[in-house]
């Protein structure tokens, strides 16, 4: 059961241009959400993050919204440069519970920038 | 942010043999660790959660007794991997929580990859 999900396994867009990457979940209980970028053989590095409470986070290039009704979540990278390619992993936690601090992670989207 | 480190980066191994995977935050302590799993192309699929001080939370389907934990400090947590088979080679990735920041934000290790031959 793929609770998190980004549907698109990978993205092709040009240097300057906007990025946009996809994530939808399944469980309510989700209430704070994270963006990491991967390199081949490295590990995740956190990107950007928001909370259930808002709708809109930015962070430089990057901003992330926040639909609840429609249990979706993008991150918008404005604008997109080739150092920005790498897979792009979503992931959503709960507040409390036992689940607290666990990382649900989605199946990743490749970005390639071109020049 | 804050940094965690992994050691070995990489390691081969002969079937049956056993490996140890060191996780250590650098610069905060971590009362919690995770430890995640990635094959080819595929998602970290999260295998324990380490707890210093405790015995570690292991996700359905991980074999405990395969995937020994050890959370001995606030800042070091160890993955054993006993007599390990080619079916274990895989990319290893831990993650260590920050209790200082609100929501507790995870940071991973450089991870580690695992040869079994």
């Known amino acids: 059961d793929q609770q998190v999900k980004q549907n698109s396994p990978s993205l092709s867009v040009q240097e300057g241009r906007i990025s946009i990457l996809n994530c939808d979940y399944t469980?309510?209980?989700?209430?704070?959400f994270l963006w990491y970028k991967k390199y081949p053989a490295e590990g995740p590095t956190f990107l950007i993050s928001?909370?259930?409470?808002?709708d809109k986070n930015e962070d430089g290039r990057f901003t992330v919204f926040l639909n609840k009704s429609a249990k979706h979540l993008s991150l918008h990278i404005v604008p997109s440069q080739p150092g920005d390619s790498a897979v792009y992993f979503c992931?959503?936690?709960?507040?409390?519970?036992?689940?607290?601090?666990?990382?649900?992670f989605g199946q990743g989207t490749i970005l390639t920038v071109h020049p | 942010g804050a940094v965690v480190s992994q050691h070995p980066s990489w390691v081969i191994c002969k079937s049956g043999t056993s490996v140890k995977i060191e996780c250590r935050s650098l610069?905060?302590?971590?009362?919690?660790m995770f430890w995640y799993r990635q094959f080819p192309k595929q998602s970290l699929m999260l295998m324990a959660t380490?707890?210093?001080?405790?015995?570690?939370?292991?996700e359905q389907g991980v074999e405990k007794d395969k995937f020994l934990i050890n959370h001995a400090s606030l800042t070091l947590s160890t993955l054993t991997v006993t007599s390990a088979h080619p079916e274990d080679s895989s990319f290893y990735i831990c993650s260590a929580s920050d209790p200082r920041l609100v929501y507790n934000e995870q940071f991973f290790g450089p991870g580690t990859r695992l040869t079994v031959l």
């Open positions: 928001i909370s259930s409470i808002k």
């Open positions: 992931a959503a936690s709960e507040a409390g519970g036992t689940s607290y601090g666990k990382l649900t």
């Open positions: 380490s707890n210093e001080g405790s015995k570690a939370t292991y």
């Open positions: 469980n309510s209980m989700f209430d704070y």
């Open positions: 610069d905060f302590q971590a009362t919690t």
